[in-house]
């Protein structure tokens, strides 16, 4: 299996800060990276896919970056309703795995 | 629009199947490519693939889980189907299905609200 790595595992920041997650694949994933955004209660929201492609319908401050094995998730000006947490996964190969979760919490 | 909504019993005896349904509304699992997925989540913990079912007759399965999961996909009625045998505690989560419609399972862009499945007697 390929092991996704998360960090940090949680995040304290402000309203309007810059914020970044990085994610680091056990092996090579070319850019088959995905970022996943979950709030309390609620089944995860695709935000980025293939590493730096903005799902349809999700706001420009999030970004994404990284091929091979390493992968960050940038929200450029943290919004209250960006505070959540947030999940990588690899689709490169199966079974797909998920790294841990950061969690994005109000400083 | 694709939605999917999860369904099955809340509560499973242990050593018993775990039988869950996934149907999808707006689109059609009877063609074109698609991938199926199901993960599952214990609370407070993370995001766990169990497998998925892709143009409604290929699966494939986590190797942890492998030996006790089987899906299948009933194109008249719209619907995925997951079943886990032998069940414990440790298989208490939410179970989402997730669907994507193309020729590579690049990523869950559509999911359900997920079901809360809990192992007890």
């Known amino acids: 299996d390929i092991q996704m790595t998360q960090s940090p595992s949680s995040l304290s920041a402000s309203v309007g800060d810059r914020v970044t997650i990085t994610c680091r694949a056990g092996q090579s994933i070319s850019t088959f990276l995905n970022w996943y955004q979950q709030k309390p209660g609620k089944a995860p929201k695709l935000l980025i896919y293939a590493a730096s492609s903005l799902q349809s319908g999700v706001p420009s401050r999030f970004s994404g970056s990284g091929s091979g094995t390493d992968f960050t998730l940038t929200i450029s000006s943290l919004q209250p309703e960006d505070f959540a947490t947030y999940f990588c996964q690899q689709s490169y190969t199966t079974p797909v795995t998920f790294g841990q979760g950061t969690k994005l919490e109000i400083k | 629009q694709v939605q999917l909504q999860e369904s099955g019993p809340g509560l499973v005896k242990p050593s018993q199947t775990l039988s869950l349904t996934c149907t999808v509304s707006?689109?059609?699992?009877?063609?074109?490519?698609?991938?199926c997925n199901w993960i599952r989540q214990p609370a407070g913990k993370g995001l766990e693939w169990i497998g998925r079912m892709y143009n409604s007759e290929n699966t494939n399965y986590n190797p942890s889980l492998r030996s006790r999961v089987t899906m299948s996909a009933d194109t008249s009625k719209n619907q995925l189907s997951l079943n886990l045998m032998s069940v414990t505690a440790a298989d208490t989560a939410v179970y989402y299905c997730?669907?994507?419609?193309?020729?590579?399972?690049?990523?869950?862009?559509?999911w359900g609200k997920g079901t809360t499945v809990t192992v007890s007697s």
């Open positions: 707006g689109g059609s699992i009877n063609s074109g490519s698609y991938y």
């Open positions: 997730t669907y994507h419609a193309g020729p590579v399972d690049q990523y869950m862009d559509v």
